[in-house]
């Protein structure tokens, strides 16, 4: 198992509430909203600053009804569908993220692709998740605080989905953390989980985004904060993927004691 970055170790967690983040800030937001980026859309940074790129896909997985579209959405700024439909086919969505990286101070602007699908097309077309996972950067694997069967199928998830790419970034996601009160999930089994896997575990809550004064219009900063630490986490376990493939740092061989020569 890859040596995993310890949480704020690669980006600055907070970087994002502070004046200069702010600024980047407003290449994602307009008037406080969210900006709707297409596939060959980016943002268009102040004349006064300036970041590099880094694009990754991202496959969303996990059992039909535990949230991966209304996940995706939050994480664009998009109103979260009140009523459950499944994903028909594959579903692609770009989030723009801007952050500082700790030992630089470099801004990196990262493109996150998501893809997400329905249960039902995966099992239905044989093309689909081998669609998903080809030149897959991370796997985001959701279960739901109130469902736990599919806490449960995360180990069929994991080994199904991302069994053939093990040096690829995976974190798992709990979904409904707001519903934490009615969970069948308790967390020693979280920790059992955690031990087990050695893989990150974040949460999520799944209510409806905060309005703007209008009371129509979902508020993009607030939006935001409420997911900055799925979108810093994510960019944190990418980064630190991309810079041992280059051998920039070592790797979890290159840490393991050598052995005694005889």
């Known amino acids: 198992m890859a040596q995993l970055p310890a949480p704020g170790s690669v980006i600055v967690p907070d970087w994002h509430e502070s004046a200069e983040g702010k600024e980047y800030l407003s290449s994602i937001l307009r008037k406080n909203r969210r900006r709707v980026f297409g596939l060959l859309e980016r943002p268009v940074l102040p004349p006064q600053v300036a970041a ?50 700790q030992a630089s101070d470099r801004v990196i602007i990262f493109r996150f692709e998501f893809w997400d699908c329905g249960e039902a097309a995966l099992k239905k077309f044989d093309h689909i998740l081998p669609a998903c996972k080809e030149k897959t950067d991370a796997f985001l694997f959701l279960f739901s605080f109130t469902d736990r069967s599919s806490f449960d199928d995360l180990p069929a998830q994991l080994s199904r989905v991302a069994g053939d790419a093990p040096n690829t970034v995976k974190m798992v996601i709990g979904s409904k953390f707001d519903q934490y009160m009615h969970t069948d ?59 041992v493939a280059a051998g920039l740092i070592p790797g979890p061989q290159e840490n393991a004691p050598e052995e005694e020569q005889g």
């Not at 020693?188 to 004064?213: C, H, M, N, Y």
């Not at 979902?218 to 960019?235: S, T």
């Open 52 to 101: 590099d790129t880094a694009g990754y896909k991202i496959f969303v997985s996990g059992k039909s009804g535990v949230g991966k579209t209304a996940l995706v959405a939050k994480l664009a700024g998009l109103e979260v569908p009140v009523i459950h439909h499944e994903t028909v086919g594959i579903q692609t969505t770009i989030v723009y993220w801007p952050a500082k990286l």
């Open 185 to 243: 999930v308790p967390e020693r089994d979280l920790t059992a989980f955690r031990q087990a896997w050695e893989l990150p575990l974040l949460r999520v809550k799944s209510v409806p985004g905060r309005r703007l004064a209008d009371g129509r219009t979902l508020d993009g900063r607030a939006g935001l904060a409420d997911v900055a630490h799925i979108l810093n986490g994510l960019g944190e376990h990418l980064w630190h993927q991309d810079q």
